[in-house]
């Protein structure tokens, strides 16, 4: 990094604006999540700080970022510290903000209620002034005055209550309002987001350096934002879920643990209503997809890694792989309503559900697989043969115990995918909205041998049969109603009941990964 | 594409020749009984194959033979028969493949005929759902146009991939190349359950929590919106990009990003112009399959969307919100019958078609890639 050639003359000159942009980096990212916060609606922007709006402080603090970043550009410029700009922000920095002052001008204008030709005029002309103002003047000033413009417009809107509480802007034709409950925030995060930018590449003394920062600064964010919003989905099905799903919960007593939730059907006569026959459907819908398509995808993949030659077929084959992986779940579902449906009795059926399944699972397997038999290393195979072992042997008792760990894994995670789909067993394996306890399929003692053809029929695989995510896709579809006490905890104790079922294959095929890798480095 | 001389027909007899060679050495080492038994375990597959397509009830049959068949098999020639059944398995990928297209397009021909037009005295069936607006299965005219789900899916998937392109390339760019390995241990399993929560749950918090919510902070008449279909969709993509951008950041190689780290170039200097540019085809075949993805979604948008078949005014109207292909399918079949299910299985063609050719173009966009990383141009 260049910043090993720096000399620390130079740096005490620069700390002091380093800690400035620190600081203002900070604040951004403070004001950033303030706004999130109020369009999610956990702080409202009316809500007093220190006697002053909510919505003012934030237009306050945004009029400071603004000022601030535009001033680190003209220290910049006048020489007053030592950094690296380059001629240009560059052409992508330029383009970019054309397109937010662009909007700006033009949403300005249309706010101010000007025609149509008019708006888009003042867009046109502050998205040229930007793109001009980026492009021909040097790095520090092209990428810190158009941003700051930006957080100084915004702050000045909202200092004033141009933009704040009981601001409406009616869009006639979009048969929308924009609020200033939702533009405040959008505005803020907005804002925010460009003078952390722009404070992140004059902490780097803008040039490389300061790119380097101002990028990573928001790579950051965007992940950090990506994974707070998996942490924020997972935790609100959890907290919304648990009453529903304990509901009637007990240790002790006759049985040593009652959980009515997951032992009941959903009828009249029971305390609590369950999702019992849901559960076991969708338990028997996943062996049943597993074991169709567990042997035919590792099959398919000892075949293709070990015994075809590359070619035209295995082309050919990797071709409808990849086209089966991508195809969509309700594609699956009417080609299992089309073909399946007529071959099993003519009406929804488990069966019919578990091939759909399985026909969705087939490629996830194959490919993995695939990569698990690929990444055994050929000293293995060659080992084998060098000692005479014949090929099927040695695929048998060298190639496969050695991919087993990739495979598993692989056959995990494509199940944890295939438990929660809805689109399929929507149109092939049905089954009631609430079904009671008795409505549960029991497949092994359901066989029946007889002496006239099909020979083996088994009454509870041709079926409709309930399965949690059918379940709580029908109850969404009756309205969030039924014959039951508390319609909605059921529904979301039921979404977490999903939700736990996929997690845990998914948490158990991600273990497994660990701990082979583990195994295999030591 | 050599084939396409004047020596092409000797060109194509040539590997024919060799197989059938091959063939007839392979008959005569083998052992006849071993022979046999293969032949008449893959024989009895496809007759079970045969009448299972027949809806034959007496299917079992040939099953039972092959399963016995290949079980004795299994003991007495172990190596040839596992060869014919690893085989056999193979080929299930692309008959299912045949199957759905067949099944699909068979089930779709009542409702391609019905919407026939004509173009310059020619019939074309199926330009109906594609030269006018209407769909309405009920009341007369009866039409069945599929330029309003298309115009929802064109609308959900645009602003998808708003959301998943730029934000999946960047935190694939983070994981690949930013992230210490601690960090990295932590965010890629956190990637993956995202893609693990099923489409039903986010659909479900959709209708229960974001539509009351924009239909109140928007004043919309009812909730359904394209913006936040759109929105939860492009979460939902967003694995799909990652993973696979990610797979190709990876595989760019070391050395060349470590020539341009030697010249004193910073890291994000490498990344963009060397790592990205290297990746690029690999990286919009990720974009392009998460469009795919997005494009295919069935759930959150059948419960969060309005079920209306219309062309909201303007066209951009993100704040409305009637259907997709995938959420006129799943919200409508089983209540249909006739042309109008057919008309559902033609809404399937489309999605099916368009996805594949989005498979097919990612998978020759990153073979193209793989064999220039690989040194071959």
């Not at chain 1, 980096?25 to 303030?34: M, R, T």
């Not at chain 1, 240790?251 to 076991?280: C, H, K, M, R, Y």
């Not at chain 2, 590997?15 to 050495?25: A, D, N, S, W, Y």
């Not at chain 2, 040939?62 to 040839?80: D, E, K």
Request: hydrophobic share 55%; with cysteine.
């Amino acid at each position: 990094m260049s910043r090993a050639t720096e000399t620390a003359l130079v740096r005490e000159g620069r700390s002091s604006y380093e800690g400035a942009a620190a600081t203002a980096i900070g604040l951004s990212g403070v004001v950033f999540a303030v706004g999130l916060g109020t369009l999610v609606d956990i702080l409202d922007i009316t809500a007093p700080i220190a006697g002053i709006r909510l919505s003012t402080v934030l237009g306050v603090a945004l009029l400071s970022l603004g000022v601030g970043v535009i001033g680190f550009g003209l220290a910049s410029r006048l020489d007053y510290v030592d950094t690296k700009p380059q001629p240009s922000a560059g052409i992508a920095a330029a383009v970019a903000f054309a397109v937010v002052w662009f909007a700006i001008g033009a949403l300005v204008a249309g706010a101010a209620g000007l025609g149509s030709i008019s708006w888009m005029a003042v867009g046109l002309v502050t998205g040229t002034i930007a793109f001009a103002a980026t492009a021909f003047s040097r790095e520090d000033i092209g990428s810190t005055l158009p941003t700051g413009s930006v957080a100084v417009l915004g702050g000045l809107a909202l200092a004033t209550g141009v933009i704040g509480p009981g601001w409406e802007w009616v869009l006639v034709s979009y048969n929308a309002t924009l609020f200033g409950d939702t533009a405040v925030p959008v505005v803020v995060m907005f804002a925010s987001l460009l003078t952390g930018w722009a404070a992140a590449k004059a902490y780097g003394g803008f040039g490389a350096r300061g790119r380097n920062v101002g990028a990573y600064v928001l790579i950051y964010l965007i992940v950090l934002s990506i994974l707070s919003v998996l942490v924020g989905l997972v935790a609100f099905v959890v907290v919304k879920g648990l009453p529903g799903l304990f509901h009637g919960f007990s240790i002790g007593g006759e049985q040593v643990i009652s959980w009515p939730f997951l032992t009941n059907g959903a009828s009249l006569l029971a305390d609590v209503a369950g999702v019992f026959p849901a559960l076991v459907g969708t338990i028997w819908l996943v062996i049943g997809a597993v074991l169709f398509a567990v042997p035919t995808g590792v099959g398919a993949a000892v075949f293709l890694s070990e015994y075809a030659e590359q070619g035209r077929f295995t082309q050919v084959v990797e071709v409808a792989t990849n086209g089966l992986w991508s195809t969509p779940s309700i594609v699956f579902g009417l080609f299992g309503a089309a073909f399946l449906i007529p071959r099993f009795g003519n009406n929804k059926s488990l069966i019919a559900g578990m091939l759909t399944l399985g026909f969705m699972l087939l490629p996830l397997v194959l490919i993995t697989s695939r990569e698990a038999i690929l990444a055994v290393p050929d000293e293995y195979r060659d080992a084998s043969a060098a000692l005479g072992v014949s090929k099927w042997k040695t695929i048998r008792s060298v190639v496969l115990p050695a991919a087993i760990p990739g495979i598993t894994t692989g056959v995990i995670l494509g199940v944890g995918r295939i438990a929660g789909e809805t689109a399929p067993i929507l149109l092939t394996t049905g089954g009631g909205v609430l079904p009671g306890k008795s409505a549960a399929p029991s497949v092994l003692g359901g066989f029946q041998v007889s002496a006239s053809p099909p020979f083996v029929t088994n009454p509870s695989l041709l079926e409709a049969t309930s399965a949690l995510p059918y379940q709580l896709y029908a109850l969404i579809t009756a309205g969030l109603s039924g014959n039951i006490e508390a319609p909605e905890q059921f529904a979301w104790g039921l979404a977490l009941t999903l939700l736990l079922v996929v997690l845990v294959f998914y948490a158990i095929g991600i273990a497994t990964r660990y701990y082979f890798r583990k195994k295999l480095h030591q | 594409m050599s084939s396409h001389t004047g020596l092409g027909i000797q060109d194509w007899r040539k590997p024919v020749e060799q197989r059938l060679q091959r063939t007839r050495e392979f008959v005569t080492e083998t052992e006849p009984a071993a022979l046999a038994i293969v032949v008449l375990s893959m024989g009895s597959l496809l007759t079970a194959f045969a009448g299972f397509l027949l809806a034959s009830s007496w299917t079992a049959i040939p099953f039972a033979t092959f399963l016995v068949s290949t079980g004795y098999g299994w003991v007495r020639h172990q190596a040839l028969i596992a060869r014919a059944v690893t085989f056999a398995m193979t080929t299930v990928t692309i008959v299912t493949l045949g199957l759905i297209v067949v099944f699909i397009f068979v089930e779709s021909i009542p409702a391609f005929q019905y919407e026939s037009a004509t173009v310059f005295g020619v019939s074309v069936p199926g330009l109906g759902m594609f030269i006018q607006t209407r769909w309405d299965a009920v009341t007369d005219p009866v039409r069945y146009s599929l330029l309003p789900m298309i115009h929802g899916t064109v609308m959900v998937t645009a602003i998808a991939t708003l959301v998943a392109a730029p934000l999946g390339v960047a935190a694939a760019l983070f994981i690949a190349e930013i992230a210490p390995p601690t960090v990295r241990e932590l965010v890629k399993p956190g990637i993956e359950i995202l893609a693990g929560i099923p489409s039903i749950v986010y659909g479900f918090i959709g209708f229960t929590i974001i539509n009351p919510w924009a239909s109140d902070e928007f004043a919309l008449n009812g909730g359904s919106t394209y913006l936040f279909v759109g929105l939860v969709v492009g979460l939902m993509a967003l694995p799909t990009v990652v993973s696979v951008a990610e797979d190709a950041l990876t595989s760019v190689p070391d050395s060349m990003k470590d020539g341009s780290l030697a010249l004193g170039a910073t890291d994000w200097q490498s990344m963009i112009s060397i790592t990205l540019p290297a990746a690029f085809s690999g990286i919009s075949a990720a974009v392009l399959l998460g469009v795919g993805r997005a494009i295919g979604e069935t759930m959150a948008a059948t419960v969060m969307l309005a079920g209306t078949q219309a062309i909201p005014d303007p066209l951009t109207n993100v704040f409305y919100g009637y259907e997709t292909l995938t959420s006129l399918i799943a919200a409508n079949y089983g209540n249909t019958s006739g042309v109008h299910e057919s008309a559902l299985f033609a809404a399937g063609v489309v999605l099916f078609v368009t996805v594949l050719c989005l498979s097919i173009a990612s998978q020759y966009i990153e073979a193209r890639m793989r064999r220039r990383l690989g040194g071959a141009e």
